[in-house]
């Protein structure tokens, strides 16, 4: 009888479809996203009024935004993706966003720079338990087939907070000031965990899960959407560690994240001192480029995925890939534009295209594990993803553009910005890489069908 009902729950996986339940906790998440995402950008949209008012260096900070930053948020999300896994996901949540929120505001009020990288390194302990449990919280609400596109639209949540961050960041600074803005955001972030603790309900682990392929058969073949398994930290590190997709796709998301946090964490500077834009220009344009150009790729290549994994799970690999080759040439042609204008004309479609890989990796990745790993799968992708990409790709380029300083003084950023594209062909090298592994993947699950 048990094996009758765990077919029959597996049956229904399949038909089932997300209800207004599962929109809303998706609309509720996301704006947590929102909130994360913002946070953490504020300190690039607000360089130029910071530096001018604490006098920090371009390589200070790139070790805020960047090193100092990631060295909490994705550490720490290893043990609190962990904590998630075996407790309750949306405590979890809640708890990290009222923590990174209270940390943006204690940033509005840093007199000097060590106060304000304290501040930074307190925002990324608690957004260290934001992202995976989201993750895992959505994959429980929306079955196999829809977790594309509901995770794309989770993933909308960068490009909103940095278009927020823009308009409303900038707006402020260049009305009042900088400090206000992080002192406003905190405060809304505060009220924003009471909704989620309150009103997102925890799923039932696994419950839209499907019967699991040769690439799940860590799960008890006879109860495939069990939730009493609870695996260990480290089996699970050991697993993820060692699968060749998972790896894999975990180095190429890092490559990609290299470029991208770089760029996030530098572009306004780059165009407010090198391209002659002015703070109330970057509050309607940048915001506008930034709120488009991503948006636009995270959905675009999650409707992708969904369409194209059916034929074959290579495309989680070759979407990205694509992505990137195609964003090449434009991002130069941002890099050498004489001024802002032709600068954001260049630059609108490499900020989508740019981020063609977080949907695919993200729904691959939930995908290839048990609903069990789910949180501490996605904090060890986010670990590589954002030890190399957050933690090395701001602080490379700001000390780039400070050894840049004495001969380009004038264009110093410039300069640091070409050395960038180099990474763009290590990115592709490592989807491609992952394309193997999946290729082969593919055709051993065809040969045992």
Not at 22 to 48: E, G, M, P
Not at 260 to 281: C, I, P, Q, W
């Amino acid at each position: 009888m048990a094996g009758v009902s765990g077919l029959a729950s597996v049956e229904r996986a399949r038909v089932v479809r997300p209800d207004a339940r599962a929109w809303a906790v998706l609309a509720i998440l996301c704006f947590v996203y929102v909130l994360n995402f913002l946070d953490r950008q504020l300190l690039s949209i607000l360089a130029k009024p910071i530096q001018d008012d604490l006098g920090v260096s371009d390589g200070q900070l790139g070790l805020i935004g960047g090193l100092y930053f990631a060295m909490f948020y994705c550490i720490l999300a290893i043990p609190v993706g962990w904590l998630a896994d075996r407790t309750n996901r949306v405590k979890v949540l809640a708890l990290s966003c009222a923590l990174w929120s209270a940390a943006t505001a204690a940033c509005g009020m840093a007199s000097n720079y060590p106060q304000l990288a304290l501040a930074r390194m307190a925002v990324g302990v608690g957004e260290a338990g934001g992202v995976p449990p989201s993750y895992a919280i959505i994959s429980d609400y929306f079955p196999s087939g829809t977790r594309g596109t509901a995770l794309s639209l989770f993933n909308m949540g960068p490009p909103i907070g940095q278009a927020l961050g823009v308009a409303f960041g900038a707006s402020i600074a260049a009305a009042y000031s900088w400090r206000l803005a992080f002192l406003w955001v905190g405060v809304v972030g505060v009220f924003t965990a009471a909704i989620v603790w309150f009103f997102v309900r925890e799923p039932r682990r696994g419950g839209l899960d499907a019967a699991p392929g040769r690439t799940q058969a860590r799960l008890p073949e006879s109860d495939p959407v069990s939730v009493s398994v609870k695996s260990g930290f480290w089996p699970t590190c050991r697993m993820f560690f060692t699968h060749p997709v998972l790896l894999r796709v975990a180095l190429a998301c890092a490559a990609t994240q290299f470029i991208t946090y770089a760029v996030l964490n530098f572009t306004v500077l780059f165009l407010m001192r090198e391209k002659g834009m002015s703070l109330g220009d970057v509050a309607i344009w940048y915001a506008l480029l930034v709120l488009v150009g991503i948006s636009a790729g995270m959905f675009a290549s999650g409707r992708l995925i969904d369409r194209l994994v059916p034929r074959g799970k290579v495309a989680y690999a070759h979407v990205p890939a694509i992505g990137l080759a195609l964003a090449v040439p434009l991002f130069v042609g941002f890099i050498w534009a004489p001024g802002w204008p032709l600068a954001l004309a260049f630059l609108l479609l490499p900020m989508g295209l740019n981020y063609f890989y977080l949907s695919p990796a993200v729904t691959l990745v939930q995908e290839e594990v048990r609903p069990d790993q789910r949180v501490l799968s996605g904090a060890l992708l986010l670990l590589v993803m954002n030890l190399v990409g957050l933690g090395l790709g701001p602080t490379y380029l700001g000390f780039a553009s400070d050894l840049f300083r004495p001969a380009y003084p004038d264009s110093s950023l410039q300069m640091a910005f070409y050395t960038l594209v180099p990474f763009y062909g290590v990115a592709i090298g490592l989807f491609l890489w992952l394309g193997k592994a999946l290729k082969r993947q593919d055709y051993e699950e065809a040969s045992a069908a």
